[in-house]
């Protein structure tokens, strides 16, 4: 994960606000004062309590609507399957442009899911207005 963080820093033009934390206890701490826009995990740190983070932050009010990328050490390994996790990247031969622009397009496809899921609301009471009458 460090290595992943001085590659998200050499990234000149543009600014990335970090904060670490370990386990889901030090998440939560974190959650206090840190509005995340992205969460990446690293799949280092055990499946049960990955998927226990994972689940937690998919549920939790001020982290449903953000992304979630999950980091892996190898493809060789299964991942762990979830609807809360948006996108999965190899740690492997990274670069900070790969990165960013991995964080970039997944922050985009949350968005575009957001916007279709109010877009379903909106037309469906609509329609049900019309029907009604």
């Known amino acids: 994960m460090s290595r992943i963080l001085e590659k998200l820093n050499q990234l000149r033009d543009r600014r990335v606000m970090t904060e670490i934390a370990f386990d889901l206890r030090s998440i939560l701490e974190r959650l206090v004062h840190f509005k995340p826009s992205h969460i990446l995990i690293d799949d280092n740190i055990g499946?049960?309590?990955?998927?226990e983070a994972v689940n937690h932050l998919a549920h939790s009010k001020k982290t449903k609507d953000v992304p979630i990328t999950l980091?892996?050490?190898?493809?060789?390994?299964e991942a762990m399957g979830s609807?809360?996790?948006?996108?999965?990247i190899l740690k492997q031969n990274l670069s900070a442009e790969?990165?960013?622009n991995?964080?970039?397009n997944t922050l985009k496809m949350r968005?575009?899911?957001m916007y279709l899921y109010e877009a379903l609301k909106r037309r469906r009471s609509q329609l049900m207005g019309l029907v009604g009458r």
Do not use: W
């Not at 499946?47 to 998927?51: G, S």
């Not at 980091?71 to 390994?77: P, R, V």
């Not at 609807?83 to 999965?88: A, C, R, T």
């Open 102 to 104: 991995s964080l970039r």
């Open 111 to 113: 968005r575009t899911q």
């Open 83 to 88: 609807s809360s996790i948006f996108d999965y």
């Open 98 to 100: 790969s990165i960013y």
């Open 47 to 51: 499946r049960e309590e990955l998927a």
């Open 71 to 77: 980091l892996k050490n190898s493809n060789y390994e």
